[in-house]
Each structure stands twice: as C-alpha cells, then as structure tokens.
C-alpha cells in the first residue's frame, strides 16, 4: 500500500533549528528571554496590530483575553457553536456562561443576524453596557470564532459590539494568515484576538498562543496575568490570583523562525485549497466551503460538504473508505450546543452547525502536502 497521506502536519523548513540552537548554547530556554520579546513584537508586526502577548497555548490565550475584556462570573460570553472546545471551555474558565450561535449556511461561519437578533430583541442597554432581559445578566463580549482559515461578518460584529457596548474578542487559533476586507485578522478593531500554534495550526510552536491587542496598556494587563500577577519580582509580591501562562523562550524561538515562513506557507494552502476546488467541479455531491467574498482565505483545514444523496455515501462512510485507503480525514467538531460538556447552554439556531457536522470533511492539506499526494486524495474522492 502506499504511504499514508495524514490530515495536516507541521513543516519546518527555516531557522527553527538554529534559534533553537541559540536558546540551548544561551541557556535562554525559559519564560523570559529575548525571542519571547521578538516573537511578540512579530507577531503584532505580522497581523498589523499594536502588541502580542506570547502564552502557552490558544486556550489560555483565550481565557486571558476574556479576563482582560472585564469577563466575570455570572456573565454571558456569545460564541460560536461550530468550534473546537477551547473556545467555549475559556468561557467558563472565567466562570461565564456561554450562549452559542449558529453558523450561517453558506460559509460555515458565525451567523451575524441570530448575533442581531438575540441583542435587539432579548436584551436591554443600561448605563452603556448590555443584559439579557429574561436572566438579568450582562453580556460581557462577544467571541466569534474564525474557523477552518476564513474569517466571519467582522465589521458587521464590530458594529453591533459598539452599539451594544460589548467588547469583540476573536479566536482567531485557525485563521492566522487570514485577510478580511484586504486587512489581516488582527488588524480590525476588535477588543482581542486570539492565535494558537497547536501542532495542527498553520504555524506551530510544538504547543503555543498568542494575543494581539490594539493598546499596550492591556496587552501588559495581560502579561501581568500570564505572569502570576507579579508585581515586584524581587520581593515576590503578587496582587492577584493569577496564572502561569507565559511561553518560553524555546517555543518562543520556533514562533519567530515560523513567522519568516507564513506568507510561503498561506500560499502553498491556498494552491491545494484551488487544486480541491477545481477537482470538486466534476464530482457531484461534493462541495467545498468556501471563504466568503470579504475574505481571503488560507484554507487552513480544507473541508468539504458531502450530499449523499447524490454522491452515494454519506461524510462518515467517506470518511471510513479514505482511511481504509490511507488517506486521513475528518469530520467538524461536535457543535458546542450538543457538547455533553455544554449541556443546558444557550443556543441560537443550530441547524446549520448540527448538519455540518453531519455532512462536513476535512481533507488532507498539510503545507508539505506535494501534488501526487493530492491527486491521489482527489482520485479517491472521484466515484
Ligand atoms: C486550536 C484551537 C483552539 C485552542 O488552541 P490550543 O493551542 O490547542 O489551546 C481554540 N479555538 C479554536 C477554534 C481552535 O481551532
């Protein structure tokens, strides 16, 4: 058989080994160091925005953008449902309570007008800020979650942030690379936004996140929380309960020599991202989601939608044959109103998120994904 073809795997084909490298001869391999500025400094550089805060992974990236937007308990955080967990256990790691929105069908992201809806009809503006009538309780922001290299209706959702006074916090973990109305996500006036260098992102630090804000003030705001709230580091004196959540200089190093390499690897998506949608014009019942026509997309995780009655077979069985073939695919995450971890949060809609699940595949689009492997991929879609 041949060698198998996996869903999305890191390439290092830069500086990794020799920042690497500088780390160990330095003895610079911790939580303070001089890539752990630089990789900031970059990282705000790359998406056009003011400061990055380097932290472990997106999740608690996520969790420290939240806190940082004034997230407490007993507040309502709205979020996409058609998400990978994290987002939505960040939520409650402040001790919120998500209320999840659907997806709209056509691009598989956040669904602006339930977002409108729910604001308009269900709650009530008091002293500049936002609560739900029935419950009493604030919303405290809004997290969209930019998913599979596309990015969501940002100004629409921008818009209604400032009318209702509720802070935008993106999670922006897999749309790193990702233009929105010719601006990098991260250069929109959002409140936050959230990045992660997981092994199966389009960058990867082994394990890593960061986020960028507009002002340094909070981006150091963050920093202190990542940090233990260490306010004098001599004397040990902290002011708050904080965290450890601060990145090391290690991973730090990988993060820069990725970075030199995103516009290579944004375009190497984005070809096997046009070979799938070229393909996908003569194969009936399969289509590709595509980013919208504000968005450029990197297609990080190129996913198709499969209509069985036409194509013969349903996502799941597509899914079992690929693999039998040695070629690795997906389905999407369980949507989060269905999550057992979620149980009895809020959702609005959920049909598109829940059929997506149903009937979405992601398909194998490493960066290193060379164009024998793909039309082997293709050929086996092919019925
Ligand atoms: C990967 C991912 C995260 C979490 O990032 P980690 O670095 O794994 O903690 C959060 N949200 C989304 C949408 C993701 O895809």
Same mark, same amino acid.
């Given at each position: 058989?041949?060698?198998?073809?996996?869903?999305?795997? *890191?390439?290092?084909? $830069?500086?990794?080994?020799?920042?690497?490298?500088? =780390?160990?001869?330095?003895?610079?391999?911790?939580?303070? +160091?001089?890539?752990?500025?630089?990789?900031?400094? #970059?990282?705000?550089?790359?998406? #056009?925005?003011?400061?990055?805060? @380097?932290?472990?992974? +997106?999740?608690?990236?996520?969790?420290?953008?939240?806190?940082?937007? $004034?997230?407490?308990?007993?507040?309502?955080?709205? =979020?996409?449902?058609?998400?990978?967990?994290?987002?939505?256990?960040?939520?409650?790691?402040?001790?919120?309570?998500?209320?999840?929105?659907?997806?709209?069908?056509?691009?598989?992201?956040?669904?602006?007008?339930?977002?409108?809806?729910?604001?308009?009809?269900?709650?009530?503006?008091?002293?500049?800020?936002?609560?739900?009538?029935?419950? $009493?309780?604030?919303?405290?922001?809004?997290?969209?979650?930019?998913?599979?290299?596309?990015?969501?209706?940002? #100004?629409?959702?921008?818009?209604?942030?400032?009318?209702?006074?509720?802070?935008?916090?993106?999670?922006?973990?897999? &749309?790193?690379?990702?233009?929105?109305?010719?601006?990098?996500?991260?250069?929109? *006036?959002?409140?936050?936004? =959230?990045?992660?260098?997981?092994?199966?992102?389009?960058? /990867?630090?082994?394990?890593?996140?960061?986020?960028?804000?507009?002002?340094?003030?909070?981006?150091?705001?963050?920093?202190?929380?990542?940090?233990?709230?260490?306010?004098?580091?001599?004397?040990?004196?902290?002011?708050?309960?904080?965290?450890?959540?601060?990145?090391?200089?290690?991973?730090? &190093?990988?993060?820069?020599?990725?970075?030199?390499?995103?516009?290579?690897?944004?375009?190497?998506?984005?070809?096997?991202?046009?070979?799938?949608?070229?393909?996908?014009?003569?194969?009936?019942?399969?289509?590709?989601?595509?980013?919208?026509?504000? /968005?450029? +997309?990197?297609?990080?995780?190129?996913?198709?939608?499969?209509?069985?009655?036409?194509?013969?077979?349903?996502?799941?069985?597509?899914?079992?044959?690929?693999?039998?073939? $040695?070629?690795?695919?997906? *389905?999407?995450?369980?949507?989060?109103?269905?999550?057992?971890?979620?149980?009895?949060?809020?959702?609005?809609? +959920?049909?598109? @998120?829940?059929?997506?699940?149903?009937?979405?595949?992601?398909?194998?689009?490493?960066?290193?994904?060379?164009?024998?492997?793909?039309?082997?991929?293709?050929?086996?879609?092919?019925?």
């Amino acid at each position: 058989m041949s060698e198998p073809i996996p869903l999305s795997v *890191p390439e290092f084909r $830069g500086n990794e080994w020799a920042y690497l490298k500088e =780390c160990i001869d330095t003895g610079w391999v911790s939580s303070v +160091g001089a890539f752990v500025d630089r990789f900031e400094a #970059d990282m705000a550089r790359t998406v #056009d925005s003011m400061q990055g805060v @380097a932290v472990v992974n +997106g999740t608690s990236a996520l969790h420290l953008a939240l806190l940082t937007a $004034g997230v407490k308990a007993g507040d309502l955080v709205l =979020c996409s449902t058609l998400t990978f967990i994290a987002s939505a256990n960040a939520i409650r790691y402040t001790g919120a309570e998500p209320v999840f929105v659907d997806a709209e069908a056509e691009y598989a992201q956040i669904d602006v007008r339930l977002i409108e809806a729910y604001l308009r009809d269900e709650c009530e503006i008091r002293d500049g800020q936002t609560f739900e009538k029935a419950s $009493g309780r604030r919303v405290a922001a809004l997290m969209p979650v930019h998913v599979l290299g596309m990015a969501g209706d940002l #100004d629409a959702m921008l818009a209604l942030g400032s009318e209702f006074g509720v802070p935008v916090v993106e999670d922006a973990a897999e &749309a790193l690379g990702v233009r929105y109305k010719g601006k990098p996500i991260g250069a929109h *006036p959002t409140f936050a936004t =959230c990045f992660s260098f997981n092994g199966n992102k389009i960058l /990867t630090t082994g394990g890593g996140g960061a986020i960028t804000y507009h002002d340094r003030e909070t981006a150091r705001a963050a920093k202190r929380l990542a940090t233990q709230a260490k306010d004098d580091a001599l004397e040990y004196i902290h002011g708050d309960v904080a965290y450890n959540y601060r990145m090391p200089n290690l991973l730090a &190093a990988m993060g820069c020599a990725q970075l030199e390499q995103l516009p290579e690897y944004v375009e190497k998506k984005q070809a096997i991202a046009n070979r799938y949608i070229d393909a996908l014009k003569s194969i009936p019942g399969l289509e590709p989601i595509l980013a919208s026509p504000d /968005t450029e +997309g990197t297609y990080w995780l190129f996913t198709i939608k499969v209509d069985p009655a036409v194509y013969g077979e349903t996502a799941r069985e597509l899914v079992a044959r690929l693999g039998q073939a $040695g070629i690795q695919s997906r *389905p999407l995450w369980q949507p989060m109103h269905l999550s057992p971890a979620h149980a009895g949060a809020r959702i609005l809609g +959920g049909e598109v @998120a829940t059929k997506l699940f149903e009937t979405a595949v992601s398909l194998p689009c490493s960066v290193g994904l060379n164009e024998t492997d793909q039309e082997r991929v293709i050929g086996a879609l092919r019925p």
